[in-house]
C-alpha cells in the first residue's frame, strides 16, 4: 500500500527557517498535504498542493513538491514559539472515496 | 468555517464495556472517518464511510464497528473494549467537491482499563 515518510522531530532556534521533509511512495497521488497538530487537539489543515505543482506560497509556508523523488517539504520562515506542534504530511491518491494516507507526524520543537 | 464536533474529550471505560464515540459534521460533507493516533505510529485509519448507510473498512477495522445513520453524523463502536485500544481517537470529515482536504474534529482520547 501507500507509505509516507517523515522524521520524527526537528529543533530549531526562534525566528531561524524550519524545513520539515516527507517522501511518499504513491505515484497516482493527487493532492498533497501538511496539517499541524497542536497538544491536545486535532489536526488543522495548514495548505495543500495539487500534484502538478512544484512550489506553493502562503505568507510564511512554502510547499516544494518533487513529483519525480517523490518528496515534499514543509518550510517555515521566521519561526516562532507558537509553530511548535506535530506537522503531518499526507497524500490523497487518485482511488476512490478520498482516502488519504498520513506520515507518522515531525514534532517541530522551536527554542527561544 | 467547517466544524466537526466530537461527543467526549476524554472518556474512561472498563475491558468488557460497549463503547460508543460519536461525531458530528455541520458541512453536509458526503466523506467521514475515524481515524486512531498513537505515538511513533501517526494516524491509522479504522473505517470510513462515503455516504449514509455506506462504510468501508480502513488499515485496523478489527475490533470495531461504526454506523451512519444519518449524513452528519458518523459513530465509531467498541464492542468490547480491550486494553490495547486506548488511544486518541480522531473523526475528519470531507467533501467530494473540492480538494479533498480532510477536516478534524478534537479528538476523544480513551483509556480502557
Known amino acids: 500500500g501507500e507509505d509516507v515518510e517523515q522524521s520524527l522531530f526537528l529543533s530549531v532556534r526562534e525566528g531561524d527557517s524550519s524545513v520539515i521533509n516527507c517522501t511518499y511512495t504513491d505515484s497516482s497521488s493527487t493532492y498533497l498535504y501538511w496539517y499541524k497538530q497542536e497538544p491536545g487537539a486535532g489536526l488543522q489543515l495548514l495548505t495543500y498542493?495539487?500534484?502538478?505543482?512544484d512550489m506553493k506560497q502562503d505568507q510564511r509556508l512554502t510547499v516544494l513538491l518533487n513529483k519525480k523523488d517523490k518528496h515534499l517539504s514543509l518550510r517555515i520562515a521566521d519561526t516562532q514559539t507558537g509553530d511548535s506542534a506535530i506537522y503531518f504530511c499526507a497524500e490523497a491518491d487518485s482511488g476512490g472515496y478520498q482516502k488519504v494516507t498520513f506520515g507518522t507526524g515531525t514534532k517541530l520543537q522551536v527554542i527561544p | 468555517d467547517v466544524k466537526v464536533t466530537q461527543s467526549s474529550r476524554y472518556l474512561v471505560k472498563r475491558t468488557g464495556e460497549k463503547v460508543f464515540l460519536e461525531c458530528v459534521q455541520d458541512?453536509?460533507?458526503?466523506?467521514m472517518f475515524w481515524y486512531r493516533q498513537d505515538p511513533g505510529l501517526g494516524l491509522r485509519l479504522i473505517y470510513f464511510s462515503y455516504d449514509v448507510k455506506m462504510k468501508e473498512k480502513g488499515d485496523i477495522p478489527e475490533g470495531y464497528s461504526v454506523s451512519r445513520e444519518k449524513k452528519e453524523r458518523f459513530s465509531l463502536i467498541l464492542e468490547s473494549a480491550s486494553t490495547n485500544q486506548t488511544s486518541m481517537y480522531l473523526c475528519?470529515?470531507?467533501?467530494?467537491?473540492?480538494?479533498?482536504?480532510?477536516?478534524f474534529g478534537p479528538g476523544t482520547r480513551l483509556t480502557v482499563t
Open positions: 475528519a470529515s470531507s467533501s467530494e467537491n473540492h480538494s479533498y482536504e480532510q477536516y
Open positions: 498542493i495539487f500534484s502538478n505543482m
Open positions: 458541512m453536509d460533507h458526503e466523506n
